[in-house]
C-alpha cells in the first residue's frame, strides 16, 4: 500500500476518474458499452450534488495523486431500506493490495457511526473477488435475479450486511 491514501469526500477529477474506471473494466471483462458508463457518471453525479455528510460518504483511493479506486454509501433510503454500497472499483494495476477493503473498512465504520442499521448493494454474478471481500466482511447473498439493467443481460445479485453482524471494527479487524 505503497503512497495510496484514502480521501473522503468529492475531489476534483472524481467523477470522471470514477466513470472511467468503471467503464474501461467492465468494458473490458463483460463487454458493456456507453450505456453503462454513462449511467454511472450520470448516477454519481447526481449523488455527488446532494451527499449530506450525516448519512453519505465518498471515499477514493489514491496511489501517488491518481484515483485509483471509490466506494460510496447512499443514505437517503437508510432509514427504510438501509444504506446503499455503490460505485465500487479498483484499478485493476492495483488489485491485491488490500485496496478494497480499506475503502470497505471505512465505509462500514462510517455506517455504523451514522447509526444506519444495515448495508445493501446490487451487483451481479461473476464478480468474485469483490464477492469474496462482502462475504469476508459479513454481507449475505439474499436476492439473485436475470436482469439487463447494465446494458447486457447479468445474473443480478443483492447482498446485505446487518450491520450488527459485522466483524469490522475501528481496531481494523
Not at 470514477?18 to 454513462?38: I, Q
Request: hydrophobic share 40%; with cysteine.
Amino acid at each position: 500500500m505503497q503512497n495510496m491514501k484514502i480521501l473522503y469526500g468529492y475531489i476534483p477529477g472524481a467523477i470522471g476518474r470514477v466513470a472511467e474506471l468503471h467503464g474501461t473494466y467492465y468494458s473490458r471483462f463483460w463487454d458493456f458499452g456507453l450505456f453503462f458508463e454513462a449511467k454511472v457518471a450520470v448516477e454519481l453525479s447526481e449523488f455527488l450534488s446532494r451527499l449530506d455528510k450525516t448519512r453519505d460518504g465518498f471515499w477514493v483511493a489514491e496511489y501517488d495523486g491518481k484515483i485509483a479506486g471509490s466506494m460510496s454509501i447512499d443514505g437517503i433510503e437508510g432509514k427504510t431500506k438501509g444504506a446503499r454500497l455503490r460505485w465500487f472499483i479498483v484499478d485493476p494495476e492495483k488489485h491485491g493490495r488490500g485496496t478494497g477493503r480499506m475503502l470497505m473498512r471505512e465505509a462500514v465504520l462510517f455506517c455504523k457511526a451514522a447509526n444506519h442499521s444495515k448495508i445493501y448493494l446490487t451487483t451481479f454474478a461473476g464478480l468474485d473477488p469483490a464477492r469474496h471481500l462482502y462475504e469476508a466482511v459479513g454481507f449475505v447473498l439474499c436476492e439473485e435475479w436475470e436482469d439487463a439493467h447494465w446494458g447486457k443481460p447479468v445474473m443480478a445479485q443483492k447482498f446485505e450486511l446487518n450491520l450488527t453482524d459485522s466483524p469490522l471494527s475501528e481496531s481494523g479487524g
